[in-house]
């Protein structure tokens, strides 16, 4: 008798929404147990070959491509700086890029994002970053980490035991977000008559704001995209703010208007409308208007009513919400600036999220899009130039004292010092260059932030201008 036909897909449950590549679970359904390798590329895993066949009509395009580019040799030269991050960090960029200019000559398209973290997260030993697959073991902790023997384990070991449950934690992540076609999201509709400032943590944070029990991984991708509006809201009750020609704290404003820089992530997309809980927070707000200005906004629309995004409540009390977005750099959005544009043509503050402001041009950042200039800082200065107050934030601590060196060398002066977010996200984010995180293979979105605004005083400029200034002044007899 011919073998039964394999389950039909919906058995497989909701797992099959590609969302993210893990390499050591299965790319349909997300499962870590009894795992097979794809027999061509071996760089991705199935539990069952029904698996196999129903993910075939989208693993086909690239599969061959991978079969050549996953062993990639190590250029020697790069083997004697004498780090193994930084060896594998530069050959997963030199697969990337061969990867990406044979994938299109083969399939003239662009690989994904899943499948360019096939290559920046692909199967290696945690200790030698070696791709063999056939000696690769999985650790039964947290699924999430490979050796390729048991000496590379024991040698890892005092080091990845302190890391085990957050690798466990990112994997039940990575499994959730399969699980919706987009992340979980929720908001208190909760408005507060009085202001109080905002508590420390998370945990006191959504007891005050009344949120329902949800599973562990959807509390913390729900945490992930409240982190952006919190985060604002937390440095901004650290600041001062000009309205009618008065410096008022953030509990006094009536009107705000906030510029998001280089807003190209999905949780600051979906964070948009979650900004009316700084409405909801804070009970003079009457009009509230956010811009994001970023390469990839313009996958919604260039302007978005939002009388009707605002909740009942707010709508009763008189408050406005205004969104916008424009697609470039943040140069061209001033110069092209008009009153089709909601708020003010210079902001009350700027955000720029995730060290976004220092990135290289080839890694995404401004240089990449901005026509004005292509030299990197371009916004920095121009920031620095017109003193709009800036809120940065950085993905972990290596990259905060990165950011605060730049700061320092084109002297900007410093209102909200270095310091830890109470409301950095949840979810554990990997690290595709650990080399850059002090060896760190896990952050968090937002976890340090700072303000910036203007620059610092020259003391030699200084010094003539009070010079100056006596001279002036009329002398009495």
Not at 139 to 163: F, I, L, W
Not at 372 to 382: E, V
Not at 407 to 414: G, N, T, W
Request: glycine share 4%; aromatic share 8%; hydrophobic share 35%.
């Amino acid at each position: 008798a011919p073998p039964p036909p394999p389950p039909p897909v919906e058995q497989y449950g909701c797992g099959h929404r590609r969302k993210n590549f893990i390499a050591t679970a299965c790319q349909f359904c997300g499962h870590t147990k009894d795992l097979r390798v794809c027999g061509k590329c071996k760089a991705i895993a199935y539990c069952s070959v029904g698996h196999q066949r129903s993910d075939w009509a989208r693993h086909k395009t690239v599969c061959k491509t991978f079969q050549s580019l996953l062993e990639l040799p190590i250029n020697e030269d790069d083997a004697n700086d004498g780090s193994v991050h930084n060896i594998w960090w530069r050959n997963r960029q030199a697969t990337l890029k061969a990867a990406r200019v044979l994938h299109d000559m083969m399939c003239s398209s662009p690989l994904t994002s899943i499948e360019r973290e096939m290559v920046l997260f692909a199967r290696h030993c945690q200790v030698c970053h070696s791709t063999s697959r056939e000696d690769l073991f999985v650790c039964t902790g947290c699924y999430m980490v490979m050796y390729c023997s048991a000496e590379h384990q024991a040698e890892d070991q005092p080091k990845h035991s302190r890391q085990c449950t957050r690798f466990l934690f990112a994997l039940r992540c990575l499994q959730a977000a399969r699980r919706y076609d987009l992340p979980p999201v929720w908001i208190s509709p909760l408005v507060c008559q009085r202001y109080q400032p905002l508590p420390f943590d998370w945990p006191a944070y959504f007891n005050l704001r009344g949120m329902p029990t949800f599973p562990g991984p959807e509390t913390a991708m729900i945490a992930d995209v409240l982190s952006y509006p919190l985060t604002l809201l937390y440095a901004m009750e650290r600041m001062l703010f000009a309205e009618d020609g008065l410096l008022k704290p953030l509990n006094q404003m009536t009107e705000l208007t906030i510029h998001i820089l280089f807003s190209e992530r999905d949780q600051e997309l979906l964070a948009l409308t979650k900004y009316e809980e700084l409405q909801h927070y804070l009970p003079q707000l009457k009009t509230l208007t956010v811009v994001l200005v970023g390469p990839n906004t313009d996958c919604l629309a260039d302007m978005v009513a939002t009388e009707e995004i605002a909740c009942d409540d707010c709508l009763t009390r008189g408050r406005r919400l205004n969104f916008a977005m424009y697609p470039n750099s943040y140069t061209e959005f001033l110069n092209d600036w008009s009153q089709d544009y909601p708020g003010s043509k210079h902001p009350s503050v700027c955000a720029v999220f995730n060290s976004k402001l220092f990135l290289k041009p080839e890694q995404g950042a401004e240089g990449e899009f901005d026509t004005k200039s292509q030299q990197p800082g371009a916004t920095l200065d121009l920031l620095l130039d017109l003193g709009i107050p800036t809120i940065l934030s950085s993905r972990h601590a290596t990259a905060a004292v990165q950011d605060l060196l730049k700061l320092d060398v084109k002297q900007a002066r410093v209102i909200l010092p270095k310091q830890p977010n109470p409301y950095a996200g949840l979810v554990p984010h990997r690290v595709a260059d650990p080399s850059q995180a002090h060896g760190e293979q896990l952050d968090h979105c937002n976890q340090y932030i700072m303000a910036i605004a203007g620059r610092q005083l020259d003391e030699t400029k200084l010094e003539h201008a009070i010079a100056e200034l006596d001279t002036d002044s009329p002398t009495t007899s």
